[in-house]
């Protein structure tokens, strides 16, 4: 079992930034893939990023988000600059056993945090 504990949502201005932090603990944090997804009222889950041993990006983030991990502190961050109000979401973190392959699909993540409010105002 792996738990996940996201940090670092609030509510901030257009053109801000925010960094998310996911704690991991309970496996060997440095073998997964680390995952984030966002929810937004009314719409469906969607992938933000993910991180393993190369990264991926949603196209909407590209350029403005960046996922890093420290495998000593067991914690994956998601940097978020030049917010846009269209990036309001909950945003969750996740995780599966799978480093080499990084899964953009959240039916391929094992386990999940229990998400963070960001909210962009305009």
């Known amino acids: 079992q792996v738990q996940l504990v996201e940090s670092g949502g609030g509510l901030v201005q257009a053109g801000a930034s925010l960094r998310l932090s996911c704690a991991a603990s309970?496996?060997?944090?440095?073998?997964?893939?680390m995952g984030w997804f966002r929810q937004a009222p009314g719409k469906e889950r969607e992938f933000v990023a993910a991180?393993?041993?190369?990264?991926s990006y949603a196209d909407s983030v590209k350029g403005r988000f960046t996922i890093s991990r420290d495998n000593a502190k067991g914690t994956v961050y998601l940097q978020m600059n030049s917010l846009k109000p269209e990036d309001t979401a909950v945003y969750y973190c996740?995780?599966?056993?799978?480093?080499?392959?990084?899964?953009?699909?959240?039916?391929?993540?094992?386990?999940w945090g229990q998400g963070t409010q960001v909210t962009v105002s305009s």
């Open positions: 991180g393993g041993s190369y990264s």
């Open positions: 309970g496996r060997t944090f440095s073998g997964y893939a």
């Open positions: 996740a995780a599966t056993n799978s480093y080499f392959y990084t899964p953009t699909r959240a039916s391929e993540y094992a386990y």
